[in-house]
């Protein structure tokens, strides 16, 4: 499957003051209507995100000390319609208010990124059960199958490259940008690749843009970047 979105994340150690720090790139469909980082919800002050004008809700959201990001699984509820099946864009927009999915869920399968403070967690639904983990202190790396899974190409490729990279000081996402645009030297249908064309794949999803964000107790710092054309490569600048 090739079509998903990918985060990198860095949790800092248990006694340690640093934020955690995360890259979320968003890969679909171009035609499908978006709104860039900004506060899009009245009825939410002090809320911002990447919205999907088409159904409301959010790619990546944030308030206060949370942020979260959700990713496209495989997986589909046993006995729900397609046309019964809820938006998966409300979920990110429900956990920056506290409040986390749990139980049977009406949507296709996601992973979701959630950051509380200087806590991330990684909430997965496959379509028959919900799984929660905590992420331990170090870089992970997330796409459609589970986090640090090196059965995903682009996780076995790129993973270590953005542990080693020393993402810190003022434009701390600075390395792992570099790191992106040396993965962007591959083919975009490559199952390696980062900045994505999934049309050979099946999907018509290709690299839209990218968030970076750093989170800790007083609040989140989220910076966002749009690829000039999706799917292909060029230098971000984070303002």
Known sequence: ???????????PELDSSDPV????????????????????WPDRPGLMGVQDRLAGG??????????????NRAGHPEGVRPEDLSSRG??????????????????LGYNLVEVNGNEVAVT??????????SLTPGTHMLAH???????????????????DARAEGDEWWAP??????????LDPSDDRAIIRDNH?????????????????????????????????????SFG
């Open 124 to 133: 997965s639904w496959d379509g028959a059960g919900l799984r929660r983990q």
């Open 58 to 71: 959010a790619w990546l959201a944030a308030r206060g000390a949370r942020l979260a990001v959700l990713l």
């Open 176 to 185: 792992w940008v570099r790191v992106l645009a040396e993965s962007a030297e």
């Open 21 to 40: 720090r995360l890259l979320a790139v968003r890969d679909e469909d171009p035609l499908r209507p978006w709104n860039p980082l900004g506060e899009w």
């Open 1 to 11: 499957m090739g079509a998903m979105c990918t985060v990198i994340v860095r949790v």
């Open 90 to 107: 409300g979920i990110p927009l429900a956990s920056v208010d506290g409040i986390s999915p749990e139980g049977v869920q009406r949507t």
């Open 145 to 163: 199958n589970d986090v640090d899974d090196e059965t995903t190409p682009r996780i076995a490729a790129w993973h270590g490259r953005f542990a």
């Open 200 to 236: 050979a794949h099946g999907y018509p999803t290709l690299s839209l843009l990218a968030c970076v964000a750093e989170i800790s107790a007083s609040g989140a710092d989220v910076r966002y970047a749009q690829l000039d054309r999706p799917g292909a490569w060029n230098a971000l």
